[in-house]
């Protein structure tokens, strides 16, 4: 996984620009009282008060207009940690002294800040299907699975999970690790072609590590899978909204017809009730622009958090407001076309946390075998137009990654994204730096609901005929 934490990231870009390491506690509640800013939280922590609003305090430094080299060469001065109050920040697990969890500059980026002068909202709890839909992308689905089945996988899964990794990356100078133990699979049967690319596909989501990895659907995985298509594809069809980017590939219309299927999956880990994702979104490298994600969840409840980003161009006018949506054991949330580019989500650590109690013992006549540990299941559509032979490549030689331009979205018709290089992640934080502007059309992308539409157009005569292009064949 690319994106990990948001808040992670922020924790390492404020440690790596303060003189002393403040605890993980002071720089959060530095982050709460800066709006989310990392250069104002740390100057928080460098002085006493600074107000950058009338001038700045003193030895406030400069922002360079190079993010890059202001993160590589911050200017220390002394180290007051400041004690705030208040802390409606996400909190995550405390990152380990050798290492801390985060991210890539593109992460940095793109923090969901929040208004200059106005405090967080109070965090809303959908506990219902239909303020899940009123209020985000995304719709929830209870015991999906029949019990018997979500009762081996989650057997199954917890069992191999113990000996997952932690995601291991370098961060500027300084390696970072994912609070919780993940995993990635691809399907044995690819779901849309016999492509067997996608296995290259899992260095991506060790964020460029070289590993042996090759690990398959297991038999379990397969058989929750089949189900969960069907159903992603009936809530796909029932969105009254399709965004122009959407792969409208294999849509033939018929009720039998899958439009969506997993072909890769990733899963996490989280023991007990302080191991974590952070905010971030989802990289979309080969899932492509508004994709759909279906996320399972095994075992003990947690919390699910969404938060919206909201685009530069309304960050006056309105509030991002956080959605709290408990998962419990056996449940799917589907995060529809939008979710990636519109919203950042997370798993935060919690206070208190029910112990799972499984319905079913882990073999016949055993008995019930209590547990705190919450298995995610993030079943994924790789798009046939995004395999890894037509992802682009640095100047390091690797293949780049594709994130949404989430500040400067505009309606969902003329939104950005941008490819960018992604070799610091695995290289001692070496980068070149490279990134540009994906472009459908120009890279033979699609078909998207944007172009089958112009060809039903042009087909039926409705076009002036102007609109001619052919779609890509998704093979480059
Ligand atoms: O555990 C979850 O529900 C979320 C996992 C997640 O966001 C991810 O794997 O990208
Ligand atoms: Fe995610």
Redesign the pocket.
């Known amino acids: ?1 690319t994106d990990e934490g948001d808040t992670e990231t922020l924790l390492a870009i404020v440690a790596s620009l303060v003189d002393e390491k403040p605890s993980s506690e002071a720089i959060l509640n530095a982050l709460v009282e800066s709006d989310g800013d990392p250069e104002r939280a740390a100057q928080l922590l460098n002085h006493s008060h600074p107000n950058p609003d009338n001038g700045g305090g003193k030895g406030k430094r400069k922002r360079t207009s190079n993010l890059d080299s202001w993160i590589r060469n911050p200017n220390h001065t002394e180290n007051t940690p400041k004690d705030a109050s208040s802390s409606k920040i996400q909190r995550t697990s405390s990152p380990s002294k050798k290492t801390t969890p985060v991210s890539d500059l593109m992460t940095v980026l793109k923090q969901p800040t929040q208004q200059k002068s106005s405090k967080p909202r109070k965090p809303l709890t959908l506990s219902t299907p239909d303020m899940i839909s009123k209020h985000t992308p995304c719709t929830i689905h209870s015991s999906v699975l029949p019990p018997d089945l979500a009762s081996r996988l989650f057997y199954s899964m917890e069992e191999s999970s113990r000996n997952w990794q932690r995601n291991k990356w370098w961060l500027f100078d300084r390696l970072v690790e994912s609070p919780h133990r993940t995993s990635f699979f691809v399907r044995k049967t690819d779901g849309v072609d016999d492509d067997e690319t996608w296995h290259q596909s899992a260095q991506y989501w060790y964020n460029g590590r070289v590993t042996d990895t090759q690990d398959t659907f297991t038999p379990e995985m397969e058989e929750a899978c089949q189900i969960i298509e069907r159903l992603v594809t009936q809530e796909i069809r029932k969105r009254s909204f399709r965004y122009p980017l959407e792969w409208s590939g294999g849509d033939t219309g018929s009720q039998t017809d899958l439009l969506w299927r997993a072909n890769v999956a990733a899963s996490n880990r989280y023991e007990g009730r302080t191991e974590s ?1 952070g905010w ?1 979104s ?1 990289t979309q490298t080969y899932l492509g622009p508004y994709c759909t994600i279906a996320s399972l969840s095994l075992g003990t409840r947690r919390v699910f958090s969404l938060r919206e980003v909201i685009p530069s161009s309304e960050a006056e006018a309105r509030r991002s407001q956080t959605f709290n949506i408990p998962l419990s054991h056996n449940s799917l949330i589907i995060m529809h076309a939008s979710c990636q580019e519109r919203f950042k ?1 997370s798993i935060p650590p919690q206070a208190a946390m029910d112990v799972y109690r499984p319905t079913h013992p882990r073999f016949s006549g055993g008995p019930i075998e209590p547990s705190n540990c919450r298995i995610n299941i ?1 079943f994924r559509f790789y798009r046939p137009d995004f395999r890894p032979n037509s992802i682009p490549q640095c100047k390091c030689g690797i293949p780049m990654i594709l994130r949404a331009d989430m500040k400067n979205r505009i309606d969902g018709q003329q939104d950005k994204y941008w490819w960018t290089c992604h070799a610091g992640a695995q290289n001692d934080g070496k980068t070149c730096n490279m990134w540009k502007v994906m472009e459908m059309e120009i890279e033979g992308r699609g078909p998207t609901i944007e172009s089958a539409r112009r060809k039903e157009a042009t087909s039926s005569g409705a076009s002036s005929g102007a609109l001619e292009k052919e779609d890509g064949d998704g093979t480059k």
């Open positions: 996984m994702v971030h989802d989500h993030t």
